[in-house]
């Protein structure tokens, strides 16, 4: 055993990524634990480390008395045994001798490491903790260490664990050990005295980044972005704004020809990206957040937060979208409810879906309208296919729905007769 500590510093430097001043700092803390522990106190004891070599010195300082008086040890020496040894000193004088490893019991050599390694350790876990505390909503890339049913451990290029959840991936993400990974640090927490840092993939801000990544006039805020809003791995909405009247922002976001975009739909798993110019008009904002549908007018009720638009018929499932999700994601950007109506073009002989609430369950009526379809004709005009396809209604749901709609029409032409 030796007191050199260029063993200690190499390892734990390297290993645990601990700056020099707070590993020497521990190193103290923990030999004066040892020390109090073999000697009782560590109050005459001087601590030192040589920060040209590493080597490390403890030095104790005691009090010469009269041999009558010698009752401490650890804190006294008496007169006569430095007389022995030819060395002259008075009564009240301090003296400093050097403690040697020998000096420790085995059992507390044994303990300080371990406990030097544990403190070292803690250290680590609450520096990674701030460390990514203070980096939530940053980028950050690393490599598929394992993969589990629930969850991906990734590792970044420090070798530090990160969780990517199955609710934070987007649904179409598949990966294996060794590929690669983007997202952001949405949270971290402590859980058992280790940092758990959480990344996400589905999070507005990773598609915030990645438009940092690839249009430079966001990441010199000459353009900066107002909201996003998503459905990972589907669509999404982002409004932009530029503070500078000669750069058109969608543009500078697109590219040319897609060029910007492209990447960037490709990482989100051909995520479709609507970017649209952000303004104070609430209409014109409502307008341009339904594309590409065509919009005939629309009416806002700023206290209820709700905008009415209307449109023509053929337009209705345009602004609805995909299972509604055109709308839904134009209301979140916005901030308004957003009610389609039809206006024009209406068949006189026909009946609204309401109508058939007797008959037909109303989470059905509401996936059709959900669709743009809120009459009986809209929906025997659209094929079985088409219904299955954008709403969640089985096959034998929509035979159900179309028997019934057909069989009111076939009542009112017996009627007439």
């Known amino acids: 055993m030796i007191m050199n500590l260029k063993d200690i510093f190499i390892e734990f430097k390297d290993e645990k990524n601990i700056d020099r001043a707070s590993l020497v700092s521990i190193i103290e803390e923990v030999f004066r634990t040892a020390i109090k522990k073999q000697f009782g106190t560590d109050e005459n004891f001087d601590i030192i480390v040589n920060p040209d070599t590493d080597d490390l010195e403890i030095w104790r300082t005691k009090t010469v008395v ?9 804190t006294q020496v008496p007169i006569s045994e430095l007389k022995k040894k030819g060395e002259d000193y008075e009564v009240g004088e301090e003296i400093y001798e050097e403690v040697k490893f020998d000096d420790f019991e085995r059992r507390t050599i044994v303990t300080l490491r371990q406990t030097l390694l544990q403190r070292v350790t803690e250290f680590e876990k609450r520096n990674i903790y701030r460390k990514f505390k203070s980096r939530i909503g940053d ?125 960037i739909v490709r990482e989100l798993r051909n995520e479709n990206i609507d970017v649209i110019n952000y303004t104070t008009n609430p209409k014109l904002y409502i307008q341009r957040a339904l594309n590409p549908a065509k919009i005939n007018r629309i009416e806002i009720d700023e206290e209820e937060k709700r905008a009415s638009v209307f449109l023509d018929p053929d337009q209705v499932s345009l602004a609805i979208g995909k299972k509604g999700l055109n709308i839904k994601l ?10 389609v109506y039809r206006e024009g073009g209406y068949d006189e002989d026909d009946i609204e879906l309401e109508e058939f609430s007797d008959e037909i369950d109303e989470w059905m009526i509401s996936e ?39 069989s009111a029409f076939e009542e009112e032409e017996t009627d007439e007769q």
């Not at 004709?377 to 028997?403: A, F, G, H, M, P």
């Open 139 to 263: 980028l950050i890339t690393g490599e598929v260490h394992q993969v589990w049913r629930n969850e991906i451990l990734v590792l970044d290029d420090d070798g530090n664990e990160l969780l990517l959840p199955k609710s934070e991936q987007i649904p179409n993400d598949r990966y294996k050990k060794g590929d690669t990974v983007r997202a952001v640090i949405v949270k971290v927490d402590i859980k058992n005295g280790t940092p758990i840092v959480i990344i996400s993939r589905t999070a507005p801000e990773f598609l915030e980044r990645l438009f940092e990544l690839e249009v430079p006039e966001i990441a010199d805020g000459l353009i900066i972005i107002k909201k996003i809003v998503r459905q990972p791995g589907e669509r999404a909405k982002v409004a932009v704004e530029s503070y500078d009247d000669r750069i058109d922002p969608v543009g500078a976001c697109v590219g040319m020809k897609g060029s910007r975009i492209h990447g």
């Open 368 to 406: 059709l309208k959900s669709i743009g379809l809120d009459t009986a004709k809209s929906v025997l005009r659209t094929s079985d296919e088409d219904l299955v396809k954008r709403t969640e209604l089985e096959e034998e749901n929509v035979n159900y729905i179309k028997e019934i709609l057909r």
């Open 66 to 74: 009269d041999d009558k008086d010698f009752t401490d040890p650890n």
């Open 330 to 339: 134009a209301s979140q950007l916005t901030g308004y409810v957003i009610d």
